[in-house]
T-cell receptor
Framework: AQSVTQPDIHITVSEGASLELRCNYSYGATPYLFWYVQSPGQGLQLLLKYFSGDTLVQGIKGFEAEFKRSQSSFNLRKPSVHWSDAAEYFCAPSYGGSQGNLIFGKGTKLSVKP | SQTIHQWPATLVQPVGSPLSLECTVEGTSNPNLYWYRQAAGRGLQLLFYSVGIGQISSEVPQNLSASRPQDRQFILSSKKLLLSDSGFYLC???????????FGEGSRLTVL
């Protein structure tokens, strides 16, 4: 079955440190891939997306993600975390191209230490 | 520009009471519309989606129903709420043929 895994439920990093959030999708045809961020009590905001082409994609707020077909991964990175990045992050593949529905991972909660 | 509105933002209802959550999209036509539920530690669960007026697809059988009476209006309903219906409900839309979803601010439902 089509699925997505975010192995880390909760990550704590120090402000200014680098960040990598992991995402693995089930093997098969390359889906469209998305990362969303959610602040407490809010809706989800799109950070970045990958459809095809360059495997390193840039998003908003200084985030980037790299698609690795051989590892079925789409990990999210940021070189220097800010306190305002504390939030929950969701990876979401969409199978079936632009017509498919997104499948959301269970999310990774990011805490930032001063 | 496109906007999405959800209301009410918070709702406290007794068990057995009815529910109506409403979602409206502005600035676009014929969007795909979605209802998700978010429970703590369980990610987002797709409940319903719609590709057009009167067309509703249900992803998970449960105590809820959805309707799309107008092109840009999507309603989530229940005749009798259960405790397990508590959660954070998110409405979302996307342009047909595009990939990304755009979310509303959510509605927090507490069933007592």
């Amino acid at each position: 079955a089509q699925s997505v895994t975010q192995p880390d439920i909760h990550i704590t990093v120090s402000e200014g440190a680098s960040l990598e959030l992991r995402c693995n999708y089930s093997y098969g045809a390359t889906p469209y891939l998305f990362w969303y961020v959610q602040s407490p009590g809010q809706g989800l905001q799109l950070l970045l997306k990958y459809f095809s082409g360059d495997t390193l994609v840039q998003g908003i707020k200084g985030f980037e993600a790299e698609f690795k077909r051989s590892q079925s991964s789409f990990n999210l990175r940021k070189p220097s975390v800010h306190w305002s990045d504390a939030a929950e992050y969701f990876c979401a593949p969409s199978y079936g191209g632009s017509q498919g529905n997104l499948i959301f991972g269970k999310g990774t909660k990011l805490s930032v230490k001063p | 520009s496109q906007t999405i509105h959800q209301w009410p933002a918070t709702l406290v209802q007794p068990v057995g009471s009815p529910l109506s959550l409403e979602c409206t999209v502005e600035g676009t036509s014929n969007p795909n519309l979605y209802w998700y539920r978010q429970a703590a530690g369980r990610g987002l669960q797709l409940l319903f989606y719609s590709v057009g007026i009167g067309q509703i697809s249900s992803e998970v059988p449960q105590n809820l129903s959805a309707s799309r009476p107008q092109d840009r209006q999507f309603i989530l309903s229940s005749k009798k709420l259960l405790l397990s219906d508590s959660g954070f409900y998110l409405c979302a839309w996307k342009i047909q043929g595009s990939g990304e979803l755009f979310f509303g601010e959510g509605s927090r439902l507490t069933v007592l």
